[in-house]
């Protein structure tokens, strides 16, 4: 049957590379890698630079696809649906790539930023072709270091405070309000920025942009204080990439 292996490759950092996810990339015939145009070539060119450096030369093949768009636009009740229709549009293209790409015994892999257990839609993805039951083959995940522990070991903190619990959450959640009874929250895929609106209240921020790469910017503070120049820093990189993936903890201070 063929094998399929979900492989968390970290943040950003090629160093993020566990010992299993080498393991399990040294065993692996076919690599599958989402192209998601040219503004974010960086985050292929990222991962063949990983296979170049931990793989022999021609003990491997890599097959690209083109990622589909996501209307990014919807919002409220269009949100689900969107976002649904998507998911479906890349399970047509994985099990596209299963079936003619990879032979009955072999085995292929998909290298997901961070950790594929975190804000990933990969495994969601590989169940609902099974449940197809058209293309058959078993998975295994391999856990990677995710932007949540990256950030904050940059900032030197740890995630959760004795007796107190952690949210992790999104900005589209975060700006219907603060989660309540949780002091400390992980905010990931906030596009329009909502911590702006709770910048008057008594709060840190630890914000990390492009974490792990070269291009890794960091702020921390006082929200009231970090907002201006997070915003700053947000526009400025986004003008110079054309793209930005952030995360960031709110932490009341009390």
Same mark, same amino acid.
């Given at each position: 049957?063929?094998?399929?292996?979900?492989?968390?490759?970290?943040?950003?950092?090629?160093?993020?590379?566990?010992?299993?996810?080498?393991?399990?990339?040294?065993?692996?015939?076919?690599?599958?890698?989402?192209?998601?145009?040219?503004?974010?070539?960086?985050?292929?060119?990222?991962?063949?630079?990983?296979?170049?450096?931990?793989?022999?030369?021609?003990?491997?093949?890599?097959?690209?696809?083109?990622?589909?768009?996501?209307?990014?636009?919807?919002?409220?009740?269009?949100?689900?649906?969107?976002?649904?229709?998507?998911?479906?549009?890349?399970?047509?293209?994985?099990?596209?790539?299963?079936?003619?790409?990879?032979?009955?015994?072999?085995?292929?892999?998909?290298?997901?930023?961070?950790?594929?257990?975190?804000?990933?839609?990969?495994?969601?993805?590989?169940?609902?072709?099974? &449940?197809?039951?058209?293309?058959?083959? =078993? %998975?295994?995940?391999? !856990?990677?270091?995710?932007? /949540? #522990?990256?950030?904050? @070991?940059?900032?030197?903190?740890?995630?959760?405070?004795?007796?107190?619990?952690?949210?992790?959450?999104?900005?589209?959640?975060?700006?219907?309000?603060?989660?309540?009874?949780?002091?400390?929250?992980?905010?990931?895929?906030?596009?329009?920025?909502?911590?702006?609106?709770?910048?008057?209240? &008594?709060?840190?921020?630890?914000?990390? =942009? %492009?974490?792990?790469? !070269?291009?890794?910017?960091? /702020? #921390?503070?006082?929200? @009231?204080?970090?907002?201006?120049?997070?915003?700053?820093?947000?526009?400025?990189?986004?003008?110079?990439?054309?793209?930005?993936?952030?995360?960031?903890?709110?932490?009341?201070?009390?």
């Amino acid at each position: 049957m063929r094998t399929i292996h979900v492989i968390g490759i970290g943040a950003g950092d090629p160093d993020h590379l566990t010992l299993q996810a080498v393991k399990a990339m040294r065993t692996t015939d076919v690599f599958f890698l989402l192209d998601k145009g040219e503004t974010k070539a960086d985050l292929t060119d990222l991962r063949r630079a990983m296979l170049e450096e931990h793989l022999p030369p021609g003990s491997y093949r890599v097959v690209e696809a083109r990622d589909p768009d996501r209307d990014r636009r919807a919002s409220g009740g269009a949100y689900a649906p969107a976002v649904d229709d998507w998911r479906s549009r890349r399970a047509e293209i994985y099990e596209r790539l299963i079936t003619d790409e990879l032979g009955p015994d072999e085995t292929g892999a998909f290298l997901v930023w961070g950790d594929p257990s975190l804000y990933d839609s990969t495994l969601g993805i590989l169940e609902e072709i099974l &449940d197809a039951g058209r293309t058959a083959f =078993a %998975y295994d995940v391999v !856990p990677g270091i995710s932007s /949540v #522990s990256t950030l904050v @070991a940059k900032h030197r903190t740890s995630l959760n405070r004795v007796a107190r619990p952690v949210q992790i959450t999104t900005g589209r959640r975060l700006a219907e309000g603060f989660p309540e009874g949780v002091d400390d929250v992980v905010v990931m895929l906030d596009a329009h920025q909502s911590f702006r609106a709770y910048a008057q209240e &008594d709060l840190e921020i630890f914000w990390g =942009a %492009y974490l792990g790469t !070269p291009d890794e910017l960091l /702020v #921390s503070g006082p929200i @009231a204080e970090a907002v201006p120049r997070i915003e700053e820093l947000r526009a400025e990189a986004r003008e110079r990439k054309g793209w930005i993936m952030d995360t960031y903890l709110l932490r009341r201070r009390t």
